[in-house]
């Protein structure tokens, strides 16, 4: 009897600690600044952060145990703030927290090389080649051992890397995570309604975001068609 009520509180204690999100908003044409002050504009919302997030292949170190599938995250400011185990936080771009599921004290300092076998895509996402661990780390995101699937690899997604948001180089955020401006104790009939109440608004200011970003995309391109119809 005091084992549930125990875990949901160590849960909830956490999540509050470390901020998590109550919405991941995803878009296919991907998402801007202006898409997060359309969300933070939101009634319901307390606060919206953009981030970045790619399956990359990586080897670490000089360790010859082959490449494994990471999950590349952005380390956020204020929404999904990770939890260091030890080490320190990365002050350079080319610096990263490894996950403490399958690295130690003992990987601080080891170098995570970026696969050449990634795409060209995943390889453009990233500011550099090699990431520095600083510290090691656990994520909200995550809370048992489970990592999730992918495409790349052997399937399996080992552990998550996190860097600086200029550790990317992307001109669109992969999605947006959203905090709600009132958010009751997790796993009750009270954030169930919350977290329904504000879905409607939010799927509202997708469409505008969508939207913006499409009529952007367009224009863009129109106005280089125009100059090269000049040109001709």
Known sequence: KACKPAFLETANVFFQQQNFYDYQLISTLGLEDEDVEIIKDVFQVGDAEGSYSADVLVSVGDEDDGEIGTKFLTISKNINVPSLVSGRMPTKSNQCLGDAL??????????????KNNTDSTLDMLAFDEYTITGIARSPLYINQERGSTSIGNGTISGFIMIPKTGFDSEVYTEIYATLSYSPYIFTDEYEAATRDATEALEEAMKLCSDRRYNSIVNAAESQLTEAEKEI
């Open 102 to 115: 399958i690295f130690s004290e003992d990987d601080i300092g080891k170098v995570i090389k970026i696969s």
